[in-house]
């Protein structure tokens, strides 16, 4: 069974950087799509970004295109999210998530997605 563990949230301040991770063991760990999802506190799970099982496609949702970069590096079974510019609406629990179907099509649903992690925090202050 895969499991994914993210790593990488703290308290910054806005306009400051993080990079999140999200480990993967298990099964073909290296090979499947991954989305980064967040939650902010008392509201819907929202899609953040998506890369293909290979790194070569990418999609972003626009709140953070040109501030957020989504990259993986397979031989580690390691997915990233690079935030930059960050400001307090980014301020969530963020997920990432694995689709073993490999869909080429981008699937921002969170019911798209069956390997899920147990979160990280990011908090962005003012």
């Known amino acids: 069974q895969v499991q994914l563990v993210e790593s990488g949230g703290g308290l910054v301040q806005a306009g400051d950087s993080l990079r999140l991770s999200c480990a993967a063991s298990?099964?073909?760990?290296?090979?499947?799509?991954v989305a980064w999802f967040r939650q902010p506190y008392g509201k819907a799970r929202e899609f953040v970004a998506r890369i293909s099982g290979t790194g070569d496609s990418t999609h972003y949702v626009d709140s953070v295109k040109g501030r957020f970069t989504i990259s993986r590096d397979n031989a580690k079974n390691t997915v990233y999210l690079q935030m930059n510019s960050l400001k307090p609406e980014d301020t969530a629990a963020y997920y990432c998530a694995g689709d073993p179907l490999n869909r080429v099509v981008v699937i921002t649903a969170v019911s798209g997605y069956t390997y899920w992690g147990q979160g990280t925090q990011v908090t962005v202050s003012s």
């Open positions: 298990g099964g073909t760990s290296g090979t499947f799509v």
